[in-house]
Structures are given as C-alpha cells and as structure tokens.
C-alpha cells in the first residue's frame, strides 16, 4: 500500500475518500479535514476564544493539538479544560486521565484549567453511582455538560469544542431513528449556536473517524489514556454499542458509510428540526442556569441536591 501523493509507505485507508497515505500527508490531510470544517460549519471566528474539553483520551487530544496547530493560522486562542470526575473503582481513571490531559495542555504550552467535581461541588461520580437511582453514564453526561459550560464560561470562552468523532455521530443520528427520539435529533448538531445563556458549542472532529483521530494521535507522539472508563458499558453493551458495530461493519462493507450518514443528516435533514416547537427555558432557582421552565431547578442541582444534602450547601459551595 503505497501513498497517492509521495509514494513512500501508506499507513492509512481513508476509505471515505479511497486514499491511502503516508504518515506525514494524513497529517496534512487530518488538519486539513477539520480546517475545512471549521470554514465551513462556521464554527469559530477571528479573534475568539476557544475552550477545548479535554478527558486524556485520543479524539479529544488529538483536538487539542490539530487546534493548538491551526489556531496561529486561522487566528484564534485555544484554552484547556479537564474534569477530574472521582472515577476511581480501583483503576484511578480519572487521576489517569486528568494526568494525561494536563501532560498534553503543558506540552503546547495552553492555558488550562483543571475542575475537581469533589472540591467544586462536593461529590463525585464514584459516589453518584451509588446514590442516584439512574444509569452512572446518564449522571455523568449532565454533569459534564453543566461542568464544562461553567468552566467556559470562567474561562471567558467564546466557544466550547468536544473531540466526538464520526464514529461517535453515526451512532448519535442511528439510535435517534431507532428510538424514534425526535427532541434527541434535533439537539444533535455539529454547531450548536449560543442561545438561551449556553455558549456556542463545537464538533471540529464530527467528519474525522476513530481510527482516523487514533492513527494521528499515534504517529504524531501524542500522549493519550489507552483505559476506558470501569463504568463505559461497551463490552456486550446496551443498544448503542450495538449500533456502533454494526456501523463500523456497514462501514467495511460500504466504503464512506458513516460519513454520508452524518454528512447527510447534518446538511440535508436536520434543517427540517428547525420548525419543531422549541423548549421554553426557564432559570435554575439555585444556580440561575437554564432548565426546563415546567422545573424550578436544574437536573444538575437536583443531582447536587441528592448527593450534598440540601439547597444551603449548594449556594455555599458554588
Ligand atoms: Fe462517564 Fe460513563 Fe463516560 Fe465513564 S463511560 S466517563 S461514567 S459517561
Ligand atoms: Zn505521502
Ligand atoms: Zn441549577
């Protein structure tokens, strides 16, 4: 397998594109993919300030540094956050990946900023689990999304961006057909503009792969957290990770499957969501934070109110 540009040594298929590349031109082809996205999503503008969520693994520090390297070029600033979540079990996963992520923010040289959600808020995921009668995964997605806008928000960003991959999508747009979720779909969005008090929020990576963020965190010396979460239900999983494999089978059996799919859903059919009745936000009685206006407080509060035992404490430690 040779590279369609130089040909030296292919290490890549891109089978989307039915290209093979050598290292150094997938890099060039990698930055390239998400630059065009940036451009043509119009995810960031001059000038702004672009905080980056960064967990230690490979797609969100492998966004890290494609926008620490295109941020000169396009002309704007990359910040850094990392959530020690409190995920322990025994594997010290999250001091592993909160290690990983600072590793990284201190090699470029990024300004970041490392939240505790013990020394935050006063609990953690670990102990969540245990107390709050919901899947852990479900807990620990409203906490990240509320922790990571709050750290933004300090931060004085103009623009959250996550590292969800392709990969990641095609099983976003797959299950909302499946269930039928239609609220879920139409909050599925490459760019999700700033509105109702949240900031701007980005998937630079949402046209990239897995196995494309992996191969160029892997070449370019890239240090990322190889352990998955204790909690990630992956191994014989619920629906989702069904779905994932089936994807990336379609995938082998039809070259460009999961990138027509997003891009398709994306472009051509999540216009039509627009015209849905959009929920009316009301604000949080405890952090001032948006929630359901048909709920006087937030589910992250209600989760902080469980764990923390009573509003007083919540003002106090905010
Ligand atoms: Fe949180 Fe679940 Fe992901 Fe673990 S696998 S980090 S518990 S969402
Ligand atoms: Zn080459
Ligand atoms: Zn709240």
Same mark, same amino acid.
Request: hydrophobic share 35%.
């Given at each position: ?10 290490? %890549? ?6 290209? !093979? ?15 065009? !996205? ?23 520090? !492998?966004?890290?540094?494609? #926008? ?12 850094? %956050?990392?959530?020690?979540?409190? =995920? ?26 490392? +939240? ?8 953690? =995921? ?20 509320? +922790? ?7 931060? &004085? ?8 991959? #392709? ?12 269930? /039928? ?8 969005? *490459? +760019?999700?503009?700033?509105?109702? /008090? ?23 010396? %890239? ?7 204790? @909690? ?6 619920? !629906? ?15 070259? &460009? ?6 891009? @398709?859903?994306?472009?051509? %059919? ?5 015209? #849905?009745?959009?929920?009316?936000? /009301?604000?949080?009685?405890?952090? /001032?934070?948006?929630? @359901? ?8 509060? *209600?989760?902080? =109110? ?8 919540? +003002?106090?430690?905010?």
């Amino acid at each position: 397998m040779y590279c369609k540009k130089c040909g030296s040594k292919a290490i %890549i298929k891109i089978t989307s594109a039915n290209l !093979t590349l050598c290292s150094s031109h997938f890099t060039e082809w990698l930055e390239g993919r998400v630059e065009r !996205t940036i451009r043509d999503y119009g995810m960031i503008r001059g000038g702004e300030r672009v905080a980056v969520a960064v967990s230690g693994g490979k797609d969100s520090t !492998t966004l890290l540094h494609v #926008l620490a390297k295109l941020s000169g070029k396009m002309g704007f600033e990359v910040v850094g %956050i990392n959530i020690d979540l409190g =995920i322990d079990r025994g594997t010290k996963y999250s001091s592993l990946s909160t290690e990983f992520a600072v590793k990284n923010f201190e090699k470029l040289g990024v300004e970041y900023k490392v +939240v505790s959600l013990k020394e935050k808020h006063g609990f953690t =995921i670990d102990e969540a689990k245990v107390k709050i009668k919901r899947p852990v995964c479900s807990t620990c997605g409203l906490v990240k999304r509320y +922790v990571l806008e709050e750290a933004a928000q300090e931060l &004085g960003a103009d623009v959250l961006a996550t590292g969800h991959n #392709l990969n990641d999508m095609a099983v976003f747009v797959l299950s909302g057909y499946h269930s /039928g979720d239609l609220s879920n779909l139409a909050r599925l969005r *490459a +760019v999700s503009p700033a509105e109702n /008090g949240y900031i701007r929020k980005i998937k630079p990576l949402f046209l990239v792969s897995e196995k494309e963020t992996t191969t160029y965190a892997l070449i370019n010396g %890239i240090p990322f957290i190889m352990d998955s979460c204790p @909690n990630n239900p992956r191994v014989g999983g619920p !629906t989702s990770d069904k779905l994932r494999r089936i994807i990336e089978n379609a995938e082998d059996e039809i070259p &460009g499957f999961m990138l027509r799919l997003v891009e @398709n859903f994306e472009t051509k %059919i999540r216009p039509f969501f627009e015209d #849905l009745p959009k929920f009316n936000l /009301g604000k949080c009685k405890i952090c /001032g934070r948006p929630t @359901n206006s048909d709920r006087e407080i937030c589910s992250f509060c *209600a989760v902080k =109110i469980k764990m923390t035992g009573g509003e007083s404490q919540i +003002v106090k430690g905010n």
